[in-house]
């Protein structure tokens, strides 16, 4: 059984001014039961 509850893929952070993204690619499963930041 998978216990993920959020995946992310190639999720992007972009601000206003700005050439390129802050982050990119962003890839990321996060399961149930962890607290995740960035």
């Given at each position: 059984?998978?216990?993920?509850?959020?995946?992310l893929?190639?999720?992007?952070?972009?601000?206003?001014?700005?050439?390129?993204?802050?982050?990119?690619?962003?890839?990321?499963?996060?399961?149930?039961?962890?607290?995740?930041?960035?």
């Open positions: 059984m998978n216990d993920a509850v959020i995946t893929n190639g999720l992007e952070k972009r601000f206003p001014g700005m050439d390129k993204p802050a982050v990119a690619p962003l890839d990321c499963t996060i399961h149930a039961g962890y607290v995740t930041g960035l």
